[in-house]
C-alpha cells in the first residue's frame, strides 16, 4: 500500500480476482489483476489505496481493514455465491455506519449491492462489443466533475432495461448502446450514514478501466462517498428533550 499524504481518502479496492488468472483474453488488459489497475490510478490522484482479493482470508476483509477504510471499491462477476455471509455482513454494518460503497460493473449481482437494494438488481446484457455513449444528467454532481456533456466507450458489453433497481435518489449517466439499449448506469443511494454509487461499465475482457474518463468518474465517486463526519447514530429508548409538566 502506498499513499501521497496520511490524510488522503483510505481506499480498499475488492476484486474477486479470478478471471485474470484463468484468461489469456483478460490477462492482456489487466495482468496484475482489475484491482491492480484501478489502484494504480487511484493512487496517481494522491488517494491511500490497499487492495483485497476473495481468496484471501476472510476475503481480505477483515474487520481492521474494513475499520481502516473510507470508501470500498468492488468488482465481482463469477463467484458471488463464494462470498461468505459474514463477511457481507460486515461491510453492510460498516455501510451503515458511514463507509462509502462504489460497486462496478457485474458488482451489481453481488450479495452486499443486492441486500443494500432489496431487490433482484437483474438486467438484460449482451457481449457484442457494442459503443457505449455514457450522457451525463447530472451536469452539477461531482462524480460528473471534469466531463463533458458525454463521453463514449468504444467497445463494451451490453447492459439493458429494466434494471432491477430501486429509483436512484441521484441518476447521474445513462448509457446509450450501438443496438439500441438504454441503461441506468451511475446510480447514487444513501444508506444508514453511507454512500453508494454504482457504475455500470467494465468488462474483464475489454481495457475499460484504462480510458481516462470512466477512471475520472471512478476517483470522483471516491471522493463524493467518502464519510461524511458527525456524530454516531443513536437509537433505543430515548429521554423526553423537554421536562413534563
Known amino acids: 500500500m502506498t499513499a501521497s499524504s496520511p490524510t488522503a481518502l483510505r481506499v480498499t479496492v475488492w476484486n474477486e480476482f479470478r478471471h485474470e488468472r484463468h484468461s489469456k483474453e483478460v490477462q492482456a488488459h489487466y495482468p496484475e489483476g482489475i484491482h491492480t489497475t484501478i489502484a494504480n490510478f487511484l493512487r496517481e490522484a494522491d488517494l491511500n489505496v490497499r487492495t483485497a482479493t476473495l481468496d484471501e482470508p476472510e476475503h481480505g476483509l477483515t474487520q481492521e481493514v474494513l475499520d481502516a477504510t473510507d470508501v470500498l471499491i468492488w468488482w465481482g462477476h463469477m463467484a458471488h455465491g463464494e462470498v461468505r455471509d ?29 441486500k443494500l437494494m432489496g431487490t433482484t438488481c437483474d438486467l438484460k446484457w449482451r457481449e457484442s462489443g457494442d459503443r457505449e455513449r455514457l450522457w451525463v444528467v447530472a451536469p452539477g454532481h461531482p462524480i460528473a466533475e471534469g466531463l463533458g456533456d458525454y463521453f463514449e466507450i468504444e467497445h463494451e458489453e451490453m447492459y439493458g432495461e429494466h434494471f432491477d433497481i430501486p429509483a436512484p435518489e441521484t441518476l447521474v449517466f445513462i448509457s446509450w448502446f450501438t443496438g439500441g439499449e438504454v ?15 454504482y457504475f455500470r461499465p467494465g468488462h474483464e475482457t475489454l481495457p475499460t478501466y484504462h480510458h481516462s ?21 443513536v437509537f433505543g429508548n430515548t429521554p423526553a428533550l423537554e421536562g413534563n409538566n
Open 213 to 233: 474518463d470512466v477512471q475520472r468518474v471512478i476517483v470522483n465517486a471516491v471522493n463524493w462517498a467518502a464519510p461524511t463526519p458527525g456524530k454516531p447514530r
Open 183 to 197: 441503461f441506468r448506469s451511475g446510480a447514487c443511494y444513501t444508506r444508514g450514514r453511507g454512500k453508494i454509487f
Open 86 to 114: 459474514e463477511i457481507v455482513e460486515r461491510v453492510y454494518a460498516r455501510v451503515l455506519d458511514g463507509m462509502g460503497l462504489v460497486v462496478l460493473h457485474s458488482g451489481h449481482f453481488s450479495k452486499i449491492f443486492r
